[in-house]
């Protein structure tokens, strides 16, 4: 979703300079563990040990993960939530996308409530996370997969039967840059919620849902160009918006009334 909002809001600008993406999430469930994972610890392992990447002044650079704190407000009922950089997909092709436009700077951050990423840094901290397998007695395993298995067998990958999800997740994409020689800044916005009906949290719903609507518009044809291709430059940012909204997925957009009515 969050390529597809950038590229709607690239089109509407005539340079670009910084393309700054945000995701942040709220969970309000009843009786939920105190630990649980709602998705891929995998991935989230990785996000929490690898460096991350920011474009910067045309160039990437690496940072640490989990730095580079910020702030902000997200739609009700997330609210106020810190984000932090961890390594995501966006670096890897807005920079060549919208290279056409003259952008300069990308960065992505994430987060949730101030304090949200201390268990999975005292994970990273005990060594929980890494691949490098460690002799036990005759022996040799990877700590992850000590982990993987270990919260498999305490039923928290996902949440435990007889737990509705109650949660929350918005990703913000904001863009500056110039139109007709003026600085204008445009802002898209999702938010999505579990889908209590199938048990889901608003992180697999709102990753399952957007997957599923573009592979049927590569099974009816609606997306023509053929290749490996970013979502940005293959998917129609008003048809796709308008297949999220039927689905309850709303994308709103804030910025100069003349670009975006």
Sequence with gaps: MSNVMARWAVDHLDSVDTIRVRDGWRDFTQNAPRFVVTWSIQTFADEFTLPAIVFENGEY????????????ILPSPIGEVEVFTTLHSELATFPSSFKDKGVRNVNWKEGSVKGWQQDYELLVALGLTSQDKIQ???TKISPRQFLLKLL???NLLGHPEGIIPDDWECSRVNVLGKKNGKSVELQLDVLYSAKKEWNMSCAQYGVGIPSSIVAQMLGNNHIEKKGVLPPENCVNPTDFFNELAKRNIVVSIRGPSELIS
């Design 61 to 72: 650079k690496e940072v640490p993960p989990l730095t580079l704190p910020e702030s902000l």
């Design 152 to 154: 498999a067998s305490k």
């Design 136 to 138: 036990i007695d005759d």
